[in-house]
C-alpha cells in the first residue's frame, strides 16, 4: 500500500463522519460553546446533534458539562486535549492523503 | 476542502459581530475620542480643566464612561439577545477584553493611530507654525473611517448593505468639509461625530436585523 492510501486508511473514523467533522471543526475555532449554537451552526436537528455529541463523548474527544442559565438548562461543549490532538493528526492525515 | 474547513473555522468569529454589538462597541469609542478631543479644544488655554488634576478629571470623566460603554454594551446584548436566541459561545481569548476579530481591529486601529501620532510628533517637533494637533485628528478621522472598512471586510465582507454604509461614511466626510470650503480639517469634529454615530448606527441595524431573523427558541431546546 502507498503512503498515501495509508494515510487515508489511517484517517480517524469518529471525526471524519461529516456531521462529526462540521462539529470538530466548529468546537476546534472556540473555548466552549452550549449546544444551541452548535444546532444553529450545523443545522442538524436535535437528535442527530445529541447522537453525535455522545459518540464523541464517548470517544473521549468532547467535554458535556450540563448546567443552568439562571433557570434554563444549559449544555456546555468543549474539545478536550486529546479531541484536539485527534483533530489535528486528523487533518495532518488528510494533507498528507491529497 | 482546506477553504471549507477555513470558513468554518472562521464561522465563531463572525458570530462575534452578529448581533452589531462590537460595531456598536466601535462607535462609541469614537465618539468618546471624539468628545474628549473637542472638549480639548473648545476648552480656554488657561482653563482649570486642561493642567494637572482638572485636566485629569476631565480625561477620567469622558473616558471611564466610555470603557465602562465599551464593555457593558457587548456583555448586555450577549447575554439578554445573543445567547439565548443562536448560542453562547466563548472564543479562545476568553477573559481579555475586547476579545476575538475586535481585538485584532482594535490593534490595527491603534497601530496606525501610533504611527499618525509619530509622524505628527516628528512634524511638531520640526515645525511649530502648522496647527499639527487638527491634523492629527483629520488623520483619526481616515483612521477611523479605514478602520469601519478593514472591518467589514475582515469579518462581514459578504454583507452588502454594509459597504454601502462605508461609501456613506466617506461620503459624508467629504460632504461634511465641503460644507465650509477652505476649513476641511476646521469641520473634523463634525466628521468625527458623524462617522462615530455611523458605526455606532450599523451596530444598531445589525442588532434589528439579528432580532428580526431569530426568534427565541421553545425552552425544551436541548
Known sequence: MNDQLRAISELDRVI???GRLMIFVLLGAVKECDFLYLLHETEMNKGNLS????????????EIEKT??????QTILRLTRAGRGAFDRYLKGLKAAF | MKNEIQTLLGRPRRYNNIDGSCDMMFGVMVLGYTLLGYLEAVLPENSVW???FGGMLLFLAVLVPMFGL???IPKVIKKRVTWPRTGYVVLHTDGAFPSGPARKSLWAIMGVTAVIAAGLAVLVGLDRGHDWISLMWMGNVVVFVAGYG???????????WRWVVLLLMVLGVLA????????FVGMRWVMLLFVGLAWLGSGVASLCLYIRHNHLPAPEAE
Do not use: C, D, Q
Not at chain 1, 455529541?53 to 474527544?61: D, Q
Not at chain 2, 472591518?151 to 454583507?159: A, D, I, V
Not at chain 2, 461634511?176 to 476649513?183: A, D, F, Q, V, W
Open chain 1, 16 to 18: 471524519h463522519e461529516p
Open chain 1, 51 to 62: 447522537s453525535h455529541l455522545s459518540r464523541l463523548e464517548e470517544a473521549g474527544y468532547v
Open chain 1, 68 to 73: 443552568y442559565r439562571g433557570k434554563v438548562p
Open chain 2, 50 to 52: 486642561r493642567r494637572g
Open chain 2, 70 to 72: 465599551m464593555y457593558w
Open chain 2, 150 to 160: 478593514y472591518w467589514t471586510w475582515f469579518l462581514e465582507r459578504g454583507r452588502l
Open chain 2, 176 to 183: 461634511i468639509g465641503l460644507i465650509s470650503p477652505g476649513n
